[in-house]
Every structure is written in structure tokens, then in C-alpha cells.
């Protein structure tokens, strides 16, 4: 039986860089990754409340830093969809080598993105919690870069951005903007296999992502399910107990269902079926 408690654990990543991440560790094979937003980290919430949330309900929970962000290796940069889904692999990979059976994987913000995008190029995981994904990634950009940032862009090389103070925060290059506006989000929901059960959850005084983009979820992916939490922001501030429990409840009727594919349900099964696809 595998100690209880939490446990730092790093994993390396196809670039060779140190990933940190937390596991809520409960002695159950059951495991659920959760991934955090842009500019955020493991120790935010929502990530700790749904960590702690999963934990009392006996389920092994791992929360981690994307490269970049964090306690992380690595040079934050803007965009990196398909980096991020890469190192979310690389956690995915850790812990089926260690024989744990895979429930959930769950981002928030710009981090349930990067689950959809894992979810249509790796068809290894049962269940994804999308919570406040943006739809339409060409939109949301001009509050932090500026009106006419594209013209600015392709003028200098880049854009640097500054916070409220005036203080540098990060530089996005037209690499990595470029980044953004070719991850197609429509074309990955279209590729997430049926038998991938998917939840949305958006807040309805979400002032950071729109909540009609979670409609746009919900007409895309198969099998879909989209849950409106009433008056919550996109931290989900003064809903952090609402949320826990739809998520909760998702991911108990996961584990009932009878009808996940056999390489959902073994970890062995699982790798088998991950090489295949290679």
C-alpha cells in the first residue's frame, strides 16, 4: 500500500526539463491530473480545492506546473497549446508506469484547452473536465497585448508585457502568438474519440473567458456534458464548494460506468494501446 499524505514529485519532460507536481495521495490506484491556466501555478485555486476535494472523496489527485510556471523548469512563453499538452504526456506516461488507473484528467482555463488538445491527439484517458476552456482563441488577446498587436507583432518580433505598475512580466514573441492562433480548438474537439466522456464547466459571470464559449464545447465534442455554475467568476471565488461537487459527481459516474473501454480501465492495457498509436 502506498503511503498517504502529500508527495513532491518531479517528473523530466521530452525537453529534458524538470516538471513539479504535488500528489494527493490516498493509497487508491484511482488518480486524477489536474492542470492549471496561463500564468498560474499548482498552488492556485482552483487546482487545490479540487485536489483536496478529491482526496477526501478517496481519490488519488496530482497537481502539477506546466514548464515555465511554477516551481517548473523551463522559460515561460505565450501560447505553447501543443508543448503543454506534451508535458501533461509526459505525467500521463509517469504514472501509468507506476500502475495507477487513470480517471480524469481536468484543467482550468487556458489548462482545460490543453486537456481537450491532449484528449483528441492521445485517446488514452476516460474522462476530461474542461473548466472555463476558451473556444475561440483568436479572441482575449487585445486586453493583455494591445490593440493592433498583430501590426506591432510582426513589426518589432515581439510584444512585451507589462503589469499594472509598469513592471515587466513576460515577452510574447510572433512564434508563440502564432502558436495560439493555429491551435485549432474546433478541428480537437471534432477528434476526441466517443467513448472520452467530457465535462465543461463555466461560470456565468465569467469576465476573463465568455460563457458562451462553453456552448461552443458543447456543440462540437460527442460525448458532452455542460454544466453552468450561476454567478461564478472564472476562479470560481465564492464557488469553490459548487464546483467541487460537480466535478465530484462527474467523475463518480465515470468510475460506475460499465461501459469504458477495457484500455481505459487497465494501466497495462493502457500502455499497450498508447504504443500502438505511436
Do not use: W
Not at 523530466?12 to 526539463?17: S, V
Not at 490543453?114 to 485517446?123: D, E, G, P, Q, R
Amino acid at each position: 500500500m502506498t503511503s498517504v499524505g502529500h508527495q513532491r514529485i518531479v517528473i523530466q519532460n521530452n525537453h529534458g526539463e524538470n516538471l513539479v507536481g504535488i500528489l494527493h495521495e490516498t493509497g487508491s490506484k484511482d488518480l486524477v491530473i489536474i492542470c492549471h491556466g496561463f500564468q498560474s501555478k499548482k498552488e492556485r485555486i482552483p487546482m487545490v480545492s479540487l485536489a483536496t476535494a478529491l482526496e477526501r472523496e478517496g481519490i488519488s489527485a496530482f497537481r502539477f506546473d506546466f514548464a515555465g510556471n511554477g516551481e517548473s523548469e523551463g522559460s515561460f512563453m505565450y501560447g505553447n497549446y501543443r508543448r503543454e499538452a506534451e508535458d501533461l504526456r509526459a505525467v500521463v506516461q509517469y504514472f501509468y508506469k507506476k500502475e495507477r488507473l487513470l480517471t480524469a484528467i481536468i484543467g482550468h482555463s487556458k489548462g482545460g484547452n490543453v486537456v481537450l488538445l491532449y484528449a483528441s491527439k492521445y485517446n488514452d484517458v476516460p474522462a476530461v473536465i474542461n473548466i472555463s476552456g476558451r473556444f475561440h482563441l483568436e479572441k482575449g488577446m487585445e486586453g493583455r497585448l494591445g490593440k493592433d498587436f498583430l501590426q506591432r507583432i510582426k513589426q518589432n518580433g515581439y510584444i512585451d508585457v507589462k503589469n499594472r505598475k509598469g513592471k515587466f512580466e513576460y515577452r510574447v514573441t510572433e512564434e508563440s502568438l502564432m502558436d495560439r492562433l493555429t491551435t485549432d480548438t474546433h478541428a480537437s474537439c471534432l477528434l476526441i474519440d466517443q467513448n472520452c466522456r467530457v465535462l465543461t464547466i463555466h461560470g456565468t459571470m465569467d469576465k476573463i473567458v465568455p460563457a458562451k464559449d462553453a456552448l461552443e464545447f458543447a456543440r462540437f465534442i460527442r460525448n458532452h456534458k455542460l454544466q453552468l455554475i450561476e454567478g461564478a467568476d472564472h476562479e470560481y471565488t465564492s464557488h469553490q464548494d459548487e464546483l467541487a461537487t460537480v466535478v465530484l459527481d462527474f467523475i463518480r459516474a465515470v468510475r460506475e460506468d460499465k461501459n469504458i473501454p477495457q484500455h481505459f480501465q487497465s494501466c497495462k492495457r493502457g500502455l499497450d494501446f498508447i504504443k500502438s498509436r505511436i
